[in-house]
T-cell receptor, first 112, second 115 residues
Framework: SQKIEQNSEALNIQEGKTATLTCNYT??????LQWYRQDPGRGPVFLLL?????KEKRKERLKVTFDTTLKQSLFHITASQPADSATYLC???????????FGQGTELSVKP | EAGVAQSPRYKIIEKRQSVAFWCNPI?????LYWYQQILGQGPKLLIQ????????DSQLPKDRFSAERLKGVDSTLKIQPAKLEDSAVYLC?????????????FGSGTRLTVV
């Protein structure tokens, strides 16, 4: 079955720097890969979706890359701010399933 | 647009008791999901509905969990009897399409504590 691994350690960075989060998966390459943000006590919030035939996607200060050879997605937040502090989840679709499976998430802390 | 509504926000019960959670998805979203999120882990899918039909319930512990979406709109998830390991946040999500080529919209969840 598909396994998803995200940075297990919390990521601490200084305000203004670029945060880079990693999502690795085993087995099949998904048709879609999504990134979500989750704040304490809240449900995940959808950020970006990237398709298997796309190498890169951008939205404001966010950038996602998708390397099907490495079986890896990278999530970047440029010019990070303390308000970006949250847990970030990557999620992959399941073939013929119409559903997402989630990684365990990476906690990001941006210090002023 | 209104978000995904869930209630209650918190629930504390004793083991072997029963509990029910309610979810109202975004209007027009045909697909509804229930996820279980244990502290420190990512959400794990329990059941997926397309309108009022079940698409996938392979991860639902059917000896104690049940879910329904009778009119293809709101949904309830029930646990009977509850075990200590059921302590988690139960998240409801909805999406416009049946494939995850759209982002999911999640509710704030119900935090269940079984003592």
């Amino acid at each position: 079955s598909q396994k998803i691994e995200q940075n297990s350690e919390a990521l601490n960075i200084q305000e203004g720097k670029t945060a880079t989060l990693t999502c690795n998966y085993t087995n099949y390459s998904p048709a879609y890969l999504q990134w979500y943000r989750q704040d304490p006590g809240r449900g995940p919030v959808f950020l970006l979706l990237i398709r298997e035939n796309e190498k890169e996607k951008r939205k404001e200060r966010l950038k996602v890359t998708f390397d099907t050879t490495l079986k890896q997605s990278l999530f970047h937040i440029t010019a990070s701010q303390p308000a970006d502090s949250a847990t970030y989840l990557c999620a992959l679709d399941v073939p013929r399933g119409g559903k997402l499976i989630f990684g365990q998430g990476t906690e990001l802390s941006v210090k002023p | 647009e209104a978000g995904v509504a869930q209630s209650p926000r918190y629930k504390i019960i004793e083991k072997r008791q029963s509990v029910a959670f309610w979810c109202n998805p975004i209007s027009g979203h045909a697909t509804l999901y229930w996820y279980q999120q244990i502290l420190g882990q990512g959400p794990k899918l329990l059941i997926q509905f397309q309108n009022n039909g079940v698409v996938d319930d392979s991860q639902l512990p059917k000896d104690r969990f049940s879910a329904e979406r009778l009119k293809g709109v709101d949904s309830t998830l029930k646990i009977q009897p509850a075990k200590l390991e059921d302590s988690a946040v139960y998240l409801c999500a909805s999406s416009l399409g049946a494939r995850p080529n759209y982002g999911y919209t999640f509710g704030s969840g119900t935090r269940l504590t079984v003592v």
